[in-house]
């Protein structure tokens, strides 16, 4: 079982940078890929970018390729999400999420946290 956290959103203006973090709790936490999604009012939950668990493949959708970077710190059961050049259509709720996988899957992830809103202005 996998508890999940997510921290560092905010309003924002265009072009500028948010670091989100999500906490984990679980023992097993570096043996799981971890995810970060998105939601957009009136749109479906979409991927954003990928980790597996070391942290020596990502795999990132290509609308924020060069903008935004995932990364993890196991020891401190952490993911992060950095994201720079923020644009307006990057206004969603960011969702962490985890499963076991040795690769970076876009999908079925199994633990889910509650969300961080990430609003950027024009």
């Known amino acids: 079982q996998v508890q999940l956290v997510e921290s560092g959103g905010g309003l924002v203006q265009a072009g500028a940078s948010l670091r989100l973090s999500c906490a984990a709790s679980?023992?097993?936490?570096?043996?799981?890929?971890m995810a970060w999604f998105r939601q957009a009012p009136g749109k479906q939950r979409e991927f954003v970018a990928a980790?597996?668990?070391?942290?020596?493949?990502?795999y990132n959708v290509d609308s924020v390729k060069g903008r935004f970077t995932i990364s993890r710190d196991n020891a401190k059961k952490t993911v992060y999400l950095q994201m720079n050049s923020l644009k307006p259509e990057d206004t969603a709720v960011y969702y962490c999420?985890?499963?076991?996988?040795?690769?970076?899957?876009?999908?079925?992830?199994?633990?889910w946290g509650q969300g961080t809103q990430v609003t950027v202005s024009s």
């Open positions: 999420a985890a499963r076991r996988s040795d690769y970076v899957p876009i999908q079925a992830y199994d633990y």
């Open positions: 679980g023992r097993t936490f570096s043996t799981y890929a």
């Open positions: 980790i597996n668990w070391s942290g020596g493949t990502t």
